[in-house]
Nanobody, 122 residues
Framework: QVQLVESGGGLVQAGGSLRLSCAAS????????MGWFRQAPGKEREFVAR????????NFANSVKGRFIISRDNAKNTVYLQMNSLKPEDTAVYYC???????????????WGQGTQVTVSS
């Protein structure tokens, strides 16, 4: 079955960086768009970034634009989220997702990882 496994979360000070990884298995990775979403305590899950199947197109939420970079390595079946200049408001559980439609809506994705916690201290 399809599995998405995130890694790379942790505790970092404001201004620092983290790189999240999401390893996919169970279907042809390069056929699908990938996305990153996050959910902070007491808030709804929100879109962070997405990348199309080839990596030629990316989109970001306004809140992370210019600070986060999304990339993928189809040979390694892995998508990455490089997070720079982190802020306390970036604290959340980060989820990767895979889907045919992709985009900024959760409904464009049919498989999700279990999430990885990112905590940014002030």
């Amino acid at each position: 079955q399809v599995q998405l496994v995130e890694s790379g979360g942790g505790l970092v000070q404001a201004g620092g960086s983290l790189r999240l990884s999401c390893a996919a298995s169970g279907r042809t990775f390069s056929n699908y768009a990938m996305g990153w979403f996050r959910q902070a305590p007491g808030k709804e899950r929100e879109f962070v970034a997405r990348i199309n199947w080839s990596g030629s197109r990316t989109n970001f939420a306004n809140s992370v634009k210019g600070r986060f970079i999304i990339s993928r390595d189809n040979a390694k079946n892995t998508v990455y989220l490089q997070m720079n200049s982190l802020k306390p408001e970036d604290t959340a559980v980060y989820y990767c997702a895979s889907g045919q439609l992709g985009g900024g809506s959760q409904y464009g994705y049919d498989y999700w990882g279990q999430g990885t916690q990112v905590t940014v201290s002030s």
